[in-house]
């Protein structure tokens, strides 16, 4: 079942005038677009986006209001959607970034490590690259700098190796299938800290959908059409993502970007957004034992000056 994470804290900041325009650009099952609703009024404009066609389907069955406006899109095309419709200022924006739980709780699409399928672990089924012609087509070399960049996985070497000789002898098509691979190239006692093939699974998954791309290309477009105090809103769920947007809001907050040993300021850098907390907003307690997906999920916040 689809579960928020840090709902009411984000509805708190991204929530500016119940007169605006709203972004979200990872609209999911809708949980956090669900509760910002009951507190617009009819004037306000609603903009959801998901490049996951069967997810954006159902959510609009449960959401379809006439002021919402679906788009089946990737958001790294923020701009260009939005000059689509006319729009050139919007009031918030809320990245909920990752994998969503209605993918990963449908074991068909090939995110889950515990579930039998094709290896597919598109987020849209319409583009070609899926995580099985990586496994069976990518170099070695390849293969370990994505598990190793994109999982931070201390094996990567291992995996890439035990995953080209396997290949070799059949395709590998199935998520269980690659499992087996990766329990068979970490020593046993990784098996028993997290499931083995936790970091290699993420790392496919991202090299897949070009996650990370598309958070550094999405970032400075939302800030350029954000209004003056409108909110920037990013939840991640782990490091690489986190890093990411935590490098460029503390970057944008300041007035100079010059390295630190410059005696004087020659790149004429102004401030376009001001922080909240330079360090995220966690879930508490009570939600990660509600909902233990939320555990690593982190609120990083900033508001257009």
Partial sequence: MHQPVLLQETIDYWLTDPNGVYVDCTLGGGGHLRHLIKFLSTKAQIIAIDRDKEILEASRKKLNLPNITFIHEDFRYLSQILSGLNISKVTGVLLDLGVSSMQLDTASRGFSYHENAGLDMRMNTEQRLNATEIVNHFSEEEIARIIYDYGEERYARNIARSIVKNRQEKAISSTLELVDIIKSSVPARYSREKHPARRTFQALRIAVNSELEA???????????????????????????????????????????????????????????KLFSRKPLLPDENECYQNPRARSAKLRVAEKI
């Fill in 215 to 273: 958070v550094q290309e999405v970032l400075p477009q939302a800030v350029k059409h954000l209004v003056t105090g409108g909110r920037l809103c990013v939840i991640t769920f782990h490091s690489l993502e986190d890093r990411i947007v935590k490098k460029f809001m503390q970057e944008q907050a300041r007035e100079c970007i010059c390295p630190p040993d410059f005696p004087v300021c020659t790149c004429g850098h102004k401030a376009s957004l």
